[in-house]
């Protein structure tokens, strides 16, 4: 089956080429360590971040790091205990209430130490790719 490339296209006419893909195998196998280093690689070259993040502990701290920035709020660390069991790590939530969460319900309230309330965004929509860059 051949395909057709648009070179070129007025209101009268339109110019085109025939599309030949080219054949290239593979001769070995890419491990999956080759494959994500390559992919950290590509993205990297985009202007994103690569963090070495090598534990659980790290990825939470990294997180309210990012909900810090995100919210511009610093988080006392009662708070962010109690932000992070109750909103981001409920373990009465399974995996369907928390992508619920991220895309319908991405505002969270936290309560601070003084009784008061502010909401926390946990994901900039309108913003995703530059607030991750």
Excluded: C
Excluded at 5 to 17: D, K, L, Y
Excluded at 29 to 35: A, I, T, V
Excluded at 82 to 95: G, Q
């Amino acid at each position: 089956m051949s395909y057709f490339n648009i070179v070129a296209e007025t209101t009268e006419n339109t110019v085109v080429t025939e599309y030949k893909p080219a054949v290239k195998r593979s001769e070995s196998y890419q491990g999956e360590s080759e494959l994500e280093k390559e992919f950290i690689h590509m993205l990297t070259e985009q202007g994103y971040e690569h963090l070495p993040i090598h534990s659980e502990a790290e990825m939470v701290v990294n997180l309210r790091k990012k909900l810090e920035t995100l919210n511009t709020y610093s988080f006392s660390d009662e708070e962010w205990e109690r932000f992070f069991k109750a909103a981001l790590a409920n373990p009465n939530e399974h995996i369907v209430e928390k992508t619920r969460k991220i895309q319908e319900d991405y505002v969270q309230v936290l309560k601070r130490d003084d009784g008061s309330t502010k909401n926390i965004t946990l994901i900039d929509k309108k913003n995703i790719i530059i607030f991750f860059r």
